[in-house]
């Protein structure tokens, strides 16, 4: 089987970001970019499912500017085929990605796509389920575990409360959570070899796709900062200061 | 205009997170009704009847809608939805697997997560983990909302007497099956409606040190939370996460213990109205949040704050 992978470029999980002067948006020039951490446990999920032989080819696809080529090559390093970067303009929304990757879908035909269940910048944990409805797919999202068993997969689910399995007819979407599996390093030469394989560059548009937003940002700000807290010295200063001052015990 | 929200609940019980979600919903301002999708789920509808500020209250009743599957659920609200101006779902696993479904299929965009309304049109939601809040404007005629539940007050419940009108509208995909549930029994309050909440990380060391903690917040009455890397150690079972990619929580009263405070984790947690921290190492970013900070070993002070309180 086929496996579709979607991967985005975010800024870097460790970078500690900041709200630009026009307060439009987060200053993210010169910081340091990179696929987002679902992202990259969706990759090594299809990875594994190909090494176990229950898929033939993985395919990784991002929404995005030339820049996320980068990331599209990174993921060709850690084991994917080939790759398709959808060229489109920076910060499209949910909706937007999701139409155009049901575009890539319905092209590339694959019996699983697998995407992160949110991106650590917009935070929205959509596009999953968006794809899986313009698609009529079925979808099992925040996945920890996936079990592909002839024409259906196993997805057991992390739910407030526990865990939930679902079965699914393929073809079907799955989300990664972040204890589905442990993303592996590229190596030096899978890296070299990477730069080899094929990358194909189509245009947004060029698919008769509606990407115009729907939501208008009007501001962003920095969160209100917390009063810097004093540091006591004992259990009973503590104890104290909870009762009588915080009054929350 | 009117607001539907779709009730949070276990076919048993309506979860308390759906009495934050109807403030978000007055906030708008529009008349209010509620949908009970689920099986065997009548005792959630009339809860739901009594909630303040409900005028009406839909009941799907049927095993198509037992566990609740987006699949079968997201047609449903579609079908429901036409004459409404907002749909809001609280911002639980439920709420974000199934919302995103139903505004695909309606062709607006989803707006996750609102932590304020501005105006019927215009919310503010966290970005980046929390380190920036964007105030979003839509233009979609449909609404579609998720509400973090600890950033809006519960309504009153009690003194509402919506009207209860059965549904009888089946949407079953064959597409999806349900195989099997493993809920987490526990005694203690709910993570995300608990007024304290005690939390460990890392530095606990154990399963069995998780203990300290427990005893601790069952003295307090708290609920007990974790960090990543107390789940991914395996100390803590995952849905007792609290961060970025967990639980959102605004208790009262944080206590994190053995935490460094790495931003994934405060993003889950920095609104609690107290934080305190202990930890032994004395540059530990917790430590930047906390109102109160005790620098020690949890070992130590976790035995002596138990007996003392």
């Not at chain 1, 985005?8 to 951490?37: C, F, H, W």
């Not at chain 1, 935070?123 to 794809?131: I, P, R, S, V």
């Not at chain 2, 809860?47 to 997201?74: C, M, P, R, S, W």
Request: hydrophobic residues 45%; aromatic residues 4%; proline residues 4%.
């Amino acid at each position: 089987m086929k496996i579709l992978v979607a991967v985005k470029r975010v800024v870097d999980y460790n970078v500690k970001i900041s709200v630009n002067a026009s307060q439009t948006g987060v200053e993210t020039t010169n910081l340091k970019m990179s696929m987002n951490p679902f992202c990259e446990i969706a990759v090594e999920e299809a990875i594994r499912q190909k090494e176990k032989g229950y898929a033939d080819e993985v395919v990784v696809v991002s929404v995005g500017s030339q820049a996320s080529q980068e990331q599209l090559r990174a993921a060709l390093a850690l084991g994917a085929d080939r790759a398709i970067l959808v060229e489109a303009e920076e910060g499209l929304e949910s909706l937007a990605v999701a139409k155009l990757l049901a575009a890539v879908v319905r092209q590339e035909q694959p019996e699983l796509v697998i995407l992160g269940k949110q991106a650590i910048d917009s935070d929205a944990n959509q596009t999953g389920q968006m794809l899986a409805a313009l698609t009529g797919y079925p979808q099992g999202t925040f996945a920890s575990e996936v079990n592909i068993v002839e024409k259906s997969v196993a997805v057991t689910r992390e739910i407030d409360g526990g865990l939930q399995t679902l079965s699914l007819v393929l073809p079907a979407i799955i989300t990664t959570d972040l204890r589905l599996n442990e993303p592996r390093y590229a190596s030096l030469p899978n890296i070299m070899k990477a730069k080899r394989k094929p990358l194909d560059v189509v245009s947004a548009a060029d698919y008769d796709i509606d990407t115009r937003p729907r939501l208008t940002t009007v501001s962003v700000v920095a969160p209100a900062q917390r009063e810097s807290g004093i540091r006591v010295s004992s259990v009973d200063e503590l104890l104290n200061k909870l009762k009588n001052e915080a009054k929350v015990i | 205009m009117k607001t539907l929200i779709i009730a949070e609940h276990d076919n048993l019980h309506l979860n308390p997170v759906t009495l934050n979600t109807v403030q978000a919903a007055t906030q708008i301002g529009n008349e209010i009704h509620l949908l009970v999708a689920g099986y065997g789920c009548q005792a959630v509808a009339q809860a739901a009847a009594k909630i303040h500020g409900v005028t009406q209250v839909f009941v799907a009743d049927n095993e198509a809608y037992a566990h609740q599957l987006a699949e079968n659920v997201a047609p449903l609200i579609v079908d429901v939805a036409q004459s409404y101006s907002h749909i809001l779902a609280p911002a639980t696993t439920q709420g974000k697997n199934v919302l995103p479904r139903v505004a695909a299929l309606y062709d607006v965009a989803q707006i996750s997560d609102i932590i304020a309304v501005v105006s019927a049109d215009t919310f503010k939601r966290p970005i980046y983990a929390g380190n920036a809040i964007a105030t979003v404007k839509s233009e979609d005629c449909l609404k579609v909302i998720t509400v973090r539940g600890s950033s809006f007050a519960p309504v009153e419940s009690g003194s509402g007497n919506a009207s209860i009108e059965p549904l009888s509208q089946v949407f079953k995909s064959d597409k999806v099956s349900f195989v099997r549930e493993q809920l987490e029994k526990t005694a203690r309050p709910e993570l995300n409606a608990a007024r304290i909440v005690v939390s460990g990380g890392r530095g606990v060391g154990s399963r069995e040190n998780f203990a300290l903690l427990e005893q601790l917040a069952d003295k307090l009455g708290a609920a007990v939370g974790a960090s990543r890397a107390a789940v991914d150690s395996g100390y803590a079972q995952n849905d007792l996460q609290v961060g970025q990619t967990g639980k959102i929580v605004a208790p009262d009263l944080y206590i994190a213990v053995g935490i460094s405070g790495a931003i994934q984790h405060l993003a889950g947690m920095k609104e609690s109205k107290i934080i305190v921290a202990i930890n032994k190492d004395d540059e530990s970013p917790i430590f930047q949040v906390a109102d109160y900070g005790l620098v020690g070993d949890l070992f130590d002070v976790l035995p002596e704050l138990t007996s003392k309180i």
